[in-house]
């Protein structure tokens, strides 16, 4: 190679070209693969005609909006800020869609990171408050980056123009723009008349789109929930109809889908609905094939209550303790095929515990911190119910007690044959170490329990789990 060539190519690699940020029209050519088909025009709604004020919006969200605009790009709010904001409702984030790739979304904010494999997104950081800006992108076509395997979109990196991003949203409530240049919205899919009307509407046909992603039903459903809005006829038969694909959808997208609705502090009316439209047993099959036993419905219908109570009231939630109620009686119905096998009892509880969860994580991702947490709440219950003595009070040291205590508790006002137990843990709990000494001096003593508790190991359990 001529030295010249040579030293060019050394010049160029120390010394590579700026990139300038390009305009908003060269950055819409440069990303689009095909000329735009515009399928959905927008209708404009100036400032004046709606009730969107930035006022409302996060301070983060609006200098993201102000700075992307201020670099030559197009900047809007979109999804599911706008569309709350428009019900009057505290969003819970705000997502800002531009014509700005990734990459030049990284150059504009320092403070900013790129995630996702599905779609890469940029992620602006401001301390806890995350930021997210998405390149518009058109909906996949064979000629496309994206993915498709089974009509299945597995990787949507599609970049295109904002008409094209209106087009690949999910709901039409889901498609309104909020222009950040003038204010206006833009309603690309008759939004505002649904958001008015109180519909879920799929944007294009409810069979390609739910074929294309199964999560847009529990999407749906979520929002339903949510916003106590009623799911369109056509989008909701085609949920009746397909909601087998869920089966085959990405366990870890489940995962998250599954988080949002149990956490989001509407997870009872969402599991309402994932039960009306088949959904819940595509989830949680092992838990469906139990709430025939009204305890078991209880039991979970509680947990959900409660989950959703504590989310109102600002209450920490964790998602082992819901997972260790939805899945209590699969585990409980288990043990018996282990006891035929002559296992002890903790034993039994442990295997049909590994049983259940494996079965489980094959359907949804469920971390294992989260498995290992709820591990601890159910191996809990047998020590919780047994025979009580002042050697019993040891356990409440342990790191899980409260947690062991509180299913115990839902456990006893599902109706469960333990409410003796929880009754007695209750009362303990609000004891002086005074009171509890003389509350023991009136049960059997220390040594005479010991050597009870030996000898009863070698009869057959008598306690409930
Ligand atoms: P939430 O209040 O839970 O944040 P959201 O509608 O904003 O509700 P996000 O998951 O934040 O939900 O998604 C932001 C936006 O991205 C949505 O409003 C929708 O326009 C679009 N979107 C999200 N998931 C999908 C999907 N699976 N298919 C099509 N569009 C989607
Ligand atoms: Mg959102």
């Known amino acids: 190679m001529p030295y010249k060539r040579l030293m060019n190519i050394i010049q160029t690699l120390f010394n590579p070209p700026k990139r300038q940020p390009l305009s908003p029209a060269i950055t819409t050519r440069h990303l689009i693969k095909l000329p735009p088909p515009i399928q959905l025009p927008a209708k404009q709604i100036p400032r004046a005609q709606h009730s969107v004020s930035r006022k409302n919006i996060s301070k983060n969200a609006v200098k993201v909006l102000y700075q992307l605009h201020q670099s030559g790009y197009q900047a809007f709010l979109v999804g599911g800020g706008i569309r709350d904001l428009l019900l009057g409702l505290k969003p ?105 009307a109180k519909i879920i509407r799929l944007i294009g046909n409810p069979v390609e789109r739910y074929q294309e992603d199964p999560v847009r039903m529990l999407r749906a459903v979520r929002l339903a929930a949510k916003l106590g809005f009623e799911i369109e006829p056509e989008t909701a038969k085609a949920i ?9 959808t990405h366990a870890a997208r489940l995962y998250e889908e599954v988080l949002k609705m149990f956490l989001g502090g509407y997870a009872y009316p969402s599991f309402v609905k994932l039960r009306e439209f088949g959904l819940f047993k595509r989830l949680f099959p092992q838990t469906e094939a139990c709430l025939d036993d009204p305890i078991a419905l209880a039991l979970v219908e509680q947990a959900l209550k409660n989950t959703d109570e504590r989310v109102a009231a600002d209450k920490s939630v964790t998602p082992a303790f819901l997972l260790a109620a939805l899945l209590w009686f699969p585990i409980l119905r288990l043990i018996p095929e282990y006891r035929d096998k002559g296992l002890s009892e903790q034993d039994c509880l442990v295997s049909a515990i590994d049983k259940v969860i494996d079965r489980q994580i094959q359907r949804i991702s469920i971390p294992r911190r989260v498995t290992i947490l709820s591990h601890e709440i159910w191996l809990l219950q047998p020590r919780l119910t047994r025979p009580k003595t002042k050697r019993s009070l040891r356990i409440m040291t342990h ?67």
Not at 115 to 120: A, N, Q, S, V
Not at 156 to 178: K, S, W
Not at 240 to 246: D, V
């Open 240 to 248: 009746h109809q397909f909601n087998h694909l869920l089966e085959n």
């Open 92 to 196: 819970k984030d705000f997502d800002v869609a531009t014509n700005a790739s990734p990459e030049q979304v990284r150059q504009v904010f320092r403070n900013c990171r790129l995630i996702g494999r599905r779609f890469l997104l940029a992620h602006v950081h401001f301390g806890q408050e995350i930021i997210e800006v998405a390149t518009f992108r058109k909906q996949h076509d064979e000629s496309g980056d994206g993915v498709i395997e089974n009509g299945c979109i597995i990787r949507d990196n599609v970049y295109g123009t904002i008409d094209e991003d209106a087009c690949r949203r999910d709901f039409t409530i889901n498609a309104l723009y909020y222009d950040i240049s003038n204010f206006s919205l833009l309603d690309y899919a008759d939004g505002m008349a649904d958001l008015q």
């Open 399 to 465: 790191q899980r007690f409260r947690a062991g205590y509180d299913f115990l508790y839902l456990r006893a006002q599902a109706g469960e044959n333990v409410a003796d137990s929880a009754q007695w843990w209750t009362q303990v709990q609000t004891m002086d170490e005074a009171q509890r000494e003389q509350f023991f001096d009136t049960v059997p003593s220390h040594r005479s329990n010991r050597n009870n508790r030996r000898r009863k190991k070698k009869k057959p359990p008598t306690t409930p789990v």
